[in-house]
T-cell receptor
Framework: GENVEQHPSTLSVQEGDSAVIKCTYS??????FPWYKQELGKRPQLIID?????GEKKDQRIAVTLNKTAKHFSLHITETQPEDSAVYFC?????????????FGAGTRLAVHP | NAGVTQTPKFQVLKTGQSMTLQCAQD?????MSWYRQDPGMGLRLIHY???????DQGEVPNGYNVSRSTTEDFPLRLLLAAPSQTSVYFC????????????FGQGTRLTVV
């Protein structure tokens, strides 16, 4: 089926704290898991992605972990800064019906307070 | 390099009117898609195309038509606009679907009154 669930819907942290956003997916054939960041009034932009042949990927303060057995992947932001405030979307390809499609989660609104 | 260009940026329609949202990309990407974004509901896939001449339905296709006559263009047509179609619409393109970044246009804010 076509289902990517994302939690939490909102997240508020103090500057310097860590933030974790989790997504679960239903299509066991999924093998590519990107994360997008959307600042207010802007378009979504890719910040990090992971493929199913690795369990973790890091890029400076952000990291993504993947647990294929449990069908979930998470975005970790360390040492959060006010400019990290945005809406974050996970996504995953699904193969049910027609061609492959990229389905997004409902988004997490992250607020980082100074 | 312009990337993905959407027009118009803003549009107000009356119920029952029709219109076409334009999307063009200059990156020679095969895969293009249309999403709508509503508060609390993320990005929902309307229609997508895996190449010129090939389109398919996404999660919420009702009330919308698409065609892909060229690699560059992927217009979205609203047949009979309804208030439920008030939303922000994003077009995206990528070289392929899997393991490649999707590039988004700047969005079209549509209001149906």
């Amino acid at each position: 089926g076509e289902n990517v669930e994302q939690h939490p819907s909102t997240l508020s942290v103090q500057e310097g704290d860590s933030a974790v956003i989790k997504c679960t997916y239903s299509d066991s054939a999924s093998n590519y898991f990107p994360w997008y960041k959307q600042e207010l009034g802007k378009r979504p932009q890719l910040i990090i992605d992971i493929r199913s042949n690795v369990g973790e990927k890091k890029d400076q303060r952000i990291a993504v972990t993947l647990n294929k057995t449990a069908k979930h992947f998470s975005l970790h932001i360390t040492e959060t800064q006010p400019e990290d405030s945005a809406v974050y979307f996970c996504a995953g390809p699904t193969f049910s019906g027609g061609y492959n499609k990229l389905i997004f989660g409902a988004g997490t609104r992250l607020a980082v307070h100074p | 390099n312009a990337g993905v260009t959407q027009t118009p940026k803003f549009q107000v329609l009356k119920t029952g009117q029709s219109m076409t949202l334009q999307c063009a990309q200059d990156m020679n990407h095969e895969y293009m898609s249309w999403y709508r974004q509503d508060p609390g509901m993320g990005l929902r896939l309307i229609h997508y195309s895996v190449g010129a001449g090939i389109t398919d339905q996404g999660e919420v296709p009702n009330g919308y038509n698409v065609s892909r006559s060229t690699t560059e263009d992927f217009p979205l047509r609203l047949l009979l606009a309804a208030p439920s179609q008030t939303s922000v619409y994003f077009c995206a393109s990528s070289p392929g679907l899997l393991s490649t970044e999707a590039f988004f246009g700047q969005g079209t804010r549509l209001t149906v009154v």
